[in-house]
T-cell receptor, first 112, second 116 residues
Framework: GAGVSQSPRYKVAKRGQDVALRCDPI?????LFWYQQALGQGPEFLTY????????KSGLPSDRFFAERPEGSVSTLKIQRTQQEDSAVYLC??????????FGDGTRLSIL | AQKVTQAQTEISVVEKEDVTLDCVYE???????LFWYKQPPSGELVFLIR??????QNEISGRYSWNFQKSTSSFNFTITASQVVDSAVYFC?????????????FGTGTRLKVLA
């Protein structure tokens, strides 16, 4: 597709379960970002990939959060042992390096 | 420390009115970029504009205009003759070259409601 694709669109999980969120960036975009957006707030940076290298993970809130981009295209954000405070919209964005980021529709995660 | 402040949480206007959304930023970097994004109810963030720290020229694109003033660390966004389709949450964001990643620091957003 032409844009950034994220799946699933919605995810409901019970507290303590593991979840995996997928991001398919725009073809050719070397930069990939994950953001977390709490209700009524602006997105907050989680992690950054340049191709397959994770160069910045300073925004990951705990060691329960893990991201990968093994072949430099599709990326997965995994959250282990989910907690209620993990409920948020998770946004993926991609770009050519230093250029404006293009965002997906996000995955709305609800932890019960 | 870097920060973006959007003091207006919500603004309501009647269609055809002009409206200005405020954005104030803080950064120690001399090379940085400022952005505006629109987030409609569908959730996707739509890119509107990018300005770099060395270019203070104001910009106009159709009904949209942007006023960048380094002296007051502000990057305000004006919609002229607003329309119902302009209703959305608007985010201002900062990206610093020194970060190496160009990650965004977002404000908390301004919800704009345009009433028919």
């Amino acid at each position: 597709g032409a844009g950034v694709s994220q799946s699933p669109r919605y995810k409901v999980a019970k507290r303590g379960q593991d979840v995996a969120l997928r991001c398919d960036p725009i073809s050719g975009h070397v930069s990939l970002f994950w953001y977390q957006q709490a209700l009524g707030q602006g997105p907050e940076f989680l992690t950054y990939f340049q191709n397959e290298a994770q160069l910045d993970k300073s925004g990951l809130p705990s060691d329960r959060f893990f991201a990968e981009r093994p072949e430099g295209s599709v990326s997965t954000l995994k959250i282990q042992r989910t907690q209620q405070e993990d409920s948020a919209v998770y946004l993926c964005a991609s770009s050519l390096k230093g250029q404006p980021q293009h965002f997906g529709d996000g995955t709305r995660l609800s932890i019960l | 420390a870097q920060k973006v402040t959007q003091a207006q949480t919500e603004i309501s206007v009647v269609e055809k009115e002009d409206v200005t959304l405020d954005c104030v930023y803080e950064t120690r970097d001399t090379t940085y970029y400022l952005f505006w994004y629109k987030q409609p109810p569908s959730g996707e963030l739509v890119f509107l504009i990018r300005r770099n720290s060395f270019d203070e020229q104001n910009e106009i694109s159709g009904r949209y205009s942007w006023n960048f003033q380094k002296s007051t660390s502000s990057f305000n966004f004006t919609i002229t003759a607003s329309q119902v389709v302009d209703s959305a949450v608007y985010f201002c964001a900062l990206s610093e070259a020194a970060s190496g990643t160009y990650k965004y620091i977002f404000g908390t957003g301004t919800r704009l409601k345009v009433l028919a």
